[in-house]
T-cell receptor, first 112, second 107 residues
Framework: DAGITQSPRYKITETGRQVTLMCHQTWSHSYMFWYRQDLGHGLRLIYYSAAADITDKGEVPDGYVVSRSKTENFPLTLESATRSQTSVYFC???????????FGPGTRLTVT | GQNIDQPTEMTATEGAIVQINCTYQTSGFNGLFWYQQHAGEAPTFLSYNVLDGLEEKGRFSSFLSRSKGYSYLLLKELQMKDSASYLCAATGGKLIFGQGTELSVKP
């Protein structure tokens, strides 16, 4: 049982390119989240989803797009990557919005 | 506004006790989480306080005072493996994280 996985684990891309980060969970959790973690800022919520086909913005949504057609998948797309989007991205899932979240291993993204 | 404050760094000695404080201001507060994050790894859940008071879980305890907007994480009998970042997070609909406290445990 893999739990929650992210792919790729490491990615280097160029400014202006589109890149998609994948997140997959096997627990059938209703809620899924995307965070970015940067030095000096801690974890910041980008987008979250309460169920399939329901998504909402978090604290820093600009430049990102999400979709959730299936409960188990929650991809995050950077439509035109910028250097400021260089970060570690964590996906998380939970059974509801006010219980503990389970985090994936993270994707380290570098935009050159 | 919403704000979480916790110290950036702390150092403690193996076998000792350390208290990591967290103050928060969030609208529609529901509860307070503590997560542990080792370098290069994902955060893992430690505790969740909804009511005022102390919750004990082995060597770790967490305290909440809703009226003061204050929480602390208490780590007893420190071990080298406790060296990590400790993240305080308040939930009021969405989870808001503090910047984390980097704890170094020295022999």
């Amino acid at each position: 049982d893999a739990g929650i996985t992210q792919s790729p684990r490491y990615k280097i891309t160029e400014t202006g390119r589109q890149v998609t980060l994948m997140c997959h969970q096997t627990w059938s959790h209703s809620y899924m989240f995307w965070y970015r973690q940067d030095l000096g800022h801690g974890l910041r919520l980008i987008y979250y989803s309460a169920a399939a086909d329901i998504t909402d913005k978090g604290e820093v949504p600009d430049g990102y797009v999400v979709s959730r057609s299936k409960t188990e998948n929650f991809p995050l797309t950077l439509e035109s990557a910028t250097r400021s989007q260089t970060s570690v991205y964590f996906c998380a899932s939970s059974t509801s919005g006010v219980v503990e979240q389970y985090f994936g291993p993270g994707t380290r993204l570098t935009v050159t | 506004g919403q704000n979480i404050d916790q110290p950036t760094e702390m150092t403690a000695t193996e076998g000792a006790i350390v208290q990591i404080n967290c103050t928060y201001q969030t609208s529609g507060f529901n509860g307070l989480f503590w997560y542990q994050q080792h370098a290069g790894e994902a955060p893992t859940f430690l505790s969740y306080n909804v009511l005022d008071g102390l919750e004990e879980k082995g060597r770790f305890s967490s305290f909440l005072s809703r009226s003061k907007g204050y929480s602390y994480l208490l780590l007893k009998e420190l071990q080298m493996k406790d060296s990590a970042s400790y993240l305080c997070a308040a939930t009021g609909g969405k989870l808001i994280f503090g910047q984390g406290t980097e704890l170094s445990v020295k022999p």
